[in-house]
């Protein structure tokens, strides 16, 4: 059996090279997290320190250039991405703004960068970016959802539940939201939406909102019917629709448009050459 002793000469009288031995396992996440944090502190406290005392330009970007890559070979380097949130931002826009690869030094990538990257694609409304010492980047994103489409100079956009626009080019997968129509529509169209929303089985059947003069809503019912709202109480006007439909299905009758700017009365509008009915006290047709 041939022993060797660390330290010990060989015949030449040359010194064998002293051998290290590898951390167990079980430490070396503690290692590079010990050494993450002391490379961030040079990072930080000590740049902020030799700015404070003028020392700057190529020596601070020599030192954390330095620091950066010397925290690459103690392994502190991206092995993986970890997304949750994501639905319709597609994974190459995702990596793209991010800017990061595997084998990138982790000390190196800057999540507040990356975060308003990511808030700056079309269907990210917020986004939370960190490191995952030692090597994972770690992304929670929450996106807009859709609510309509906005007509507006014969153009339509996407919106969201905040009334914001969602620049996509391809708006066929959304052709079944209902439109919104007018220069202020936009703005006005959640709350609009909202209160619509009490009444369910009428709302399903919404096709359009147009809004008049920037101050009332006409709503399209079954792509035939308009409904024009009042400026003010709209969802008591909107609640007395469902009510007379309930009992009376009135929009199932041979009519163009019902008014409901009046709080004392309905005024039902025929199609050319209906049969005229009385609809009870406090209502006409």
């Known amino acids: 059996m041939r022993l060797l002793s660390v330290g ?19 430490l070396r996440p503690t290692i590079q997290v010990a050494a993450a944090t002391a490379v961030l502190a040079v990072l930080t406290g000590g740049v902020m320190q030799l700015q404070a005392s003028g020392w700057l330009g190529e020596r601070v970007t020599a030192l954390r250039l330095g620091a950066v890559a010397a925290s690459a070979e103690l392994g502190l380097k991206v092995a993986d991405v970890a997304v949750s949130g994501r639905e319709r931002t597609t994974r190459d826009e995702l ?11 982790i000390i190196g990538f800057d999540p507040q960068a990356a975060r308003e990257r990511l808030e700056g694609l079309p269907w990210v409304r917020s986004a939370r970016v960190e490191r995952s010492l030692p090597d994972v980047v770690r992304v929670d994103i929450v996106e ?3 609510l309509a489409l906005w007509q507006v100079d014969r153009r339509l956009q996407i919106i969201d539940h905040q009334g ?24 006005h169209a959640p709350g609009l939406l909202q209160l619509l929303g009490g009444e369910p089985d009428l709302a399903k059947r919404m096709t359009a909102a147009i809004r008049v003069a920037e101050r009332r809503w006409n709503i399209r019912l079954d ?3 308009e409904i ?5 109480d709209i969802g008591v006007a909107w609640s007395r629709l469902a009510a007379m439909e309930r009992t009376n299905a009135v929009l199932g009758r041979d009519i163009v448009a019902v ?8 005024i ?16 006409s047709t």
């Open 259 to 266: 008014d409901l700017r009046l709080p004392d009365r309905t």
């Open 268 to 283: 039902v509008q025929l199609a050319p050459g209906a049969k005229l009915r009385t609809a009870g006290p406090g209502k």
């Open 164 to 187: 914001q626009v969602i620049r996509v080019a391809d708006k066929r997968p959304f052709r079944n939201l209902p439109v919104i129509v007018g220069p202020d529509a936009a703005t």
């Open 95 to 105: 990596l793209a703004a991010l800017d990061v690869r595997r084998g990138d030094p």
């Open 8 to 26: 010990s000469n060989d015949r030449q009288g040359r010194r064998r090279p002293t051998r290290k031995r590898p951390a167990p396992p079980w």
């Open 228 to 232: 024009r709202l009042p400026a003010q």
């Open 144 to 146: 807009r959802q859709p």
């Open 223 to 225: 792509d035939r019917v």
